[in-house]
């Protein structure tokens, strides 16, 4: 099922937790919300599920109005980040409880237990169908939450931070293996997270949220390769950023150009952001970012090293190779192979 | 080789690394026998000493058997009472926010504190056929004071806190993504309540239940304004155990005594036994 925010604006208490968001989710697709706290990205999803109503705006399932219908109407499928499940049903009763209470054709006491035990093995988890949640581990209890929350045959899948109370080890299986399961099922899906990493790895697209607005939309590559926006650059990975000055089409830091050309950038002040292993080192310096070493760390396989750049000693990270012999001078100079200049703040 | 024997059978768990387990068990021990145990065997010895013939005697009395049907009657009643509107009023000062509710909070804790008397010879003045709860319930043939249903009113003023203070503290625990579970699963209001909701406080109000029950057996002070004591009608238990005592009969006294300490004993254990039970199912 396809799912479109139209212009949503959600004020809690006159303070607004999103400004005028609008998205499109393709049927079939796994989209992150992918955010710092205080992004928005639980509310939006809230809002999807109908867990909250807009202020303004509209949310549509292919062609229908969502907004107007009751969270019971809607048909979600919901994930809660601390699981949810009802504690005094066993495994099975909280699997086919969507089924249970549902009115109308609701399926007989055998078709639950048999959808119960088929879901169980789709999550594999087969055999603890009597078990109580308490008698289960943490990555246990989610799977039964989502095992649950497909029993229901929702229109849209909603995760809030899945795997956010997970140890890492846990973490990452759980990510495979809902991978998995969504590539079998074929729901339209939509986890929030604030694991980029995760978001990354996992998702069809990502939606980078900031401050109740979404900064960028894309897949992994078009999110880390062509950052649109100073915030994406710096949330998505690393990145290190100067102060520089635009003129004639040529970028300057203090009264040196440092040889990068940005013919269509407007004169002036600017900041440019690249990453830290995204650059050539140079020997001669005519036309590059020259700095003094002032702190050098071994990080995995690489080492990064902290210049201090120009007469305002403005600091800025880069990433070597560990044999690299620039590591031991005292003065480095290089130039970001892959930047972009944004407007100064 | 030589494996050291395991040691089977019943042991006392360690139960953390902190010592005085000794200490603390001894204290509680010693504590629990001076304030309970002599005081009550003290009542089953004297009750003893009477020879079985003259127990049934007293027992089989028709007005003791109609003293303890009324006690434990009016008991019951008033606890389940107070199981359904304790509860409610506990959801309401758990679940919304109005003016006034912390002095509502403050007010359910006065009987608590009231001397029961008092609370006895209010409630009668409201519920006597010329007060004003009274005179407006005589015209439609109901009779409050000086009935049974004066003491359940007694009964259920004296037991409302035990109820709302035992559920009260679970449903504040009760977490609202549940709730906002089942709604996305599709379950309306009433079936959150009743199949989410309720099954997870059940625990609670058994105990509120148990402690109201229990309270309500041994009321005394409040119930002999309001019940009007006529022997077969509104003569509780603990007021016939006074009236035995002031005619020197101690022999009946303390085995109407012991009587009810029997039952109260074997309903509190078969209500903890429901209590195990379920909390070893939710967890």
Redesign the interface.
């Known amino acids: 099922m396809e799912v479109r925010v139209v212009n949503v604006r959600k004020e809690f208490e006159r303070f607004p937790a999103l400004h005028d968001v609008s998205l499109d989710i393709r049927s079939g697709e796994l989209i992150a919300l992918l955010g710092p706290s205080g992004s928005g990205k639980t509310t939006l999803l809230r809002l999807i ?3 909250e109503r807009p202020t303004k705006g509209a949310i549509f399932f292919g062609d229908e109005d969502a907004s107007q219908k009751s ?2 109407e ?5 994930v ?1 980040q ?1 699981y ?6 066993t495994v099975a009763d909280n699997i086919g ?2 089924l249970k ?3 109308g054709a609701r399926p007989s006491g055998q078709e639950i237990r048999r959808r119960a035990l088929e879901l169980l093995d789709l999550v594999q988890l087969s055999g603890l169908e009597k078990r ?4 289960l581990s943490g990555g246990q209890r989610q799977r039964v ?1 989502l095992a ?2 497909m ?2 045959e929702p229109k849209v899948l909603l995760l809030d931070e899945p795997f956010g109370a997970l140890d890492a080890q846990v973490r990452r299986e759980l990510r495979r293996w809902l991978r998995e399961i969504h590539d079998r099922t074929g729901h339209t899906t939509v986890f929030v997270t604030h694991d980029q990493e995760e978001a990354l790895e996992l998702a069809d697209r990502v939606v980078v949220m900031s401050q109740g607005r979404i900064e960028q939309v894309g897949t992994a590559d078009d999110i880390y390769d062509t950052p649109n926006s100073p915030f994406v650059y710096s949330f998505i990975g690393e990145s290190s950023s100067l102060p520089v000055k635009v003129e004639n089409g040529e970028v300057w830091i203090a009264d040196r150009p440092i040889g990068l050309s940005a013919p269509h950038a407007p004169s002036g002040e600017a900041v440019l952001y690249f990453r830290p292993h995204d650059v050539d080192l140079l020997d001669g310096c005519s036309g590059c970012i020259a700095g003094t070493v002032a702190a050098s760390r071994r990080v995995a396989g690489t080492r990064r090293v902290e210049l201090e750049v120009g007469g305002e000693r403005q600091r800025v990270e880069i990433e070597l190779p560990v044999d690299h012999p620039a590591a031991q001078k005292s003065r480095v100079a290089f130039r970001p192979r892959r930047w972009k200049l944004f407007p100064a703040a | 080789m030589n494996t050291a024997p395991v040691k089977t059978g019943w042991r006392f768990r360690q139960p953390s690394v902190i010592p005085g387990f000794g200490l603390t068990l001894g204290f509680s021990l010693a504590y629990l026998t001076l304030i309970i145990l002599i005081p009550l065997s003290g009542l089953v010895w004297r009750s003893a000493a009477l020879g079985w013939a003259d127990f049934w005697a007293i027992a089989a009395d028709r007005r003791t058997l109609n003293a303890l049907k009324i006690s434990f009657g009016t008991a019951f009643l008033a606890a389940v009472v107070n199981v359904v509107f304790g509860t409610a009023v506990a959801w309401v000062l758990v679940r919304y926010r109005f003016p006034g509710r912390r002095i509502a909070d403050a007010m359910v804790d006065l009987p608590f504190a009231l001397p029961t008397a008092v609370a006895g010879i209010a409630l009668t003045t409201l519920y006597a056929p010329n007060g004003w709860i009274g005179q407006l319930l005589m015209p439609l043939g109901i009779k409050v004071a000086y009935t049974p249903l004066g003491i359940v009113v007694a009964l259920v003023f004296i037991g409302l806190p035990f109820v709302v203070r035992t559920v009260q503290p679970i449903m504040e625990e009760i ?1 609202k ?2 709730e ?9 209001r009433f ?1 959150i309540i009743t ?2 909701l309720f ?2 406080l ?1 625990p609670a109000i058994i105990t509120g239940f148990s402690l109201a029950f229990a309270r309500g057996v041994g009321e005394y002070g409040s119930v002999i304004f309001i019940a009007g004591n006529l022997p077969f009608k509104s003569e509780i238990a603990p007021l016939l155990i006074v009236i035995r005592l002031e005619e020197y009969n101690y022999e009946a006294a303390t085995a109407i005594a012991a009587i009810m300490l029997a039952l109260s004993f074997l309903m509190l254990l078969v209500v903890n036994l429901v209590q195990t039970w379920s909390r070893k ?3």
């Open positions: 599920a109908g867990l969270i019971q809607r048909n979600v499928g919901f809660f601390h949810a499940l009802f504690r005094h049903m409880f969507g209470v549902r009115h109580y949640p308490a008698q939450a649950r929350a029993a229901i | 977490d993504e549940v906002e579970a089942a709604a996305t699963l599709g379950a309306n079936q199949r989410v099954p997870g059940a199912r939710y967890g």
